[in-house]
């Protein structure tokens, strides 16, 4: 199964995300990179004015 970044559709490889220019139709799973997870998370704690956990090394599939 390939998995894929939900935001910048980068493409995880062997534990490493790259940017492919093949096109992934079937077998994929969605998520988010970590560059785009510290994003998200940087906006969701804007939005609650709350401070969040910095979330490293932690595996993002569930």
């Known amino acids: 199964m390939t998995i894929q970044c939900c935001v910048c559709r980068k493409v995880e ?3 490493k995300w790259a940017v492919t220019d093949e096109s992934v139709a079937s077998g994929v799973s969605h998520t988010y990179c970590p560059v ?3 994003r998200a998370l940087s906006e969701f704690k804007d939005e609650l004015g709350k401070p969040l956990p910095r979330l490293t090394g932690i595996p993002v599939r569930a």
């Open 13 to 15: 490889m062997d534990g």
């Open 36 to 38: 785009c997870l510290q």
